[in-house]
Each structure stands twice: as C-alpha cells, then as structure tokens.
C-alpha cells in the first residue's frame, strides 16, 4: 500500500480513553472495502471481535460507513462485513468498529482469533 508520513491522529469530538473489551491480535490479510466515497483494496494489520486496522489505499474521514469483503485463511471463505465505521484515521491507516455482522461472518472472525491465540501461546 502507498506510504505516507504520519500526520496527526484524527479523532472525533469528545474521544475519550477506553480498555478495548477484546483482544487484538496482529495479522496480515487482503481486504475490499466499499463506501459512498471509495472503493478501494487494503491490507488488515491487526483484528479483533469488535474492530480492525487496515493501511488501505485511500484517505478516508472518521464516521463515514462502509462494507467489507476479506478472506481469513488462505483455505478459507470469503466474508462480508456488512457495515463497519471509521473510529480514527492516521494518514492511510485506519480503524474501524464492526457495526453490522452476520452471525457467520463473526464466527469466522472468532475462529481465527482462537487459532491465532492457541499459535502464540505454544512453547517454542
């Protein structure tokens, strides 16, 4: 994806800090991203049960709505994340929060997470 140089945090109004109720774990996967503005092709860098960080190939706005589509595993489905929404912007990175995900879609997402938990926590 396009490097940038880092530019100030975004954040809406009234951002405050909160303890994330989930785990992130970091990752490295192709996703689409669709919203009235843009389409475009980005990478995941880390997830979550609530969220994701992606370095994507627009500069997008916090607030502004769109739908996903991504695989998980190399063997794996597709899976469409139906409605996320920007949280904050950094340059090219960008968080979103899941808004509305199907039960299947969150599935997949918690299945990778449990891998990916059990993988790191196996002694070398």
């Known amino acids: 994806m396009a490097a940038t140089p880092k530019t100030r945090l975004s954040k809406p109004e009234g951002t405050r800090f909160v303890l994330r109720p989930y ?38 706005e916090p607030g502004l709505d769109m739908a996903l589509r991504l695989t998980l595993a190399d063997d794996g489905p597709t899976i469409e994340i139906e409605r996320a929404t920007v949280r904050w912007v950094d340059g090219y990175d960008f968080g979103l929060d899941f808004v509305r995900i199907s039960p299947l879609a969150a599935k997949h997402v918690a299945q990778l997470l449990s891998r990916q938990i059990r993988a790191s926590q196996l002694p070398d």
């Open 23 to 60: 785990r992130r774990i970091p990752t490295w996967r192709i996703l689409y991203y669709l919203s009235g503005e843009c389409v475009g092709k980005g990478v995941v860098t880390n997830l979550s049960q609530s969220g994701m960080r992606i370095q994507g190939e627009h500069t997008v």
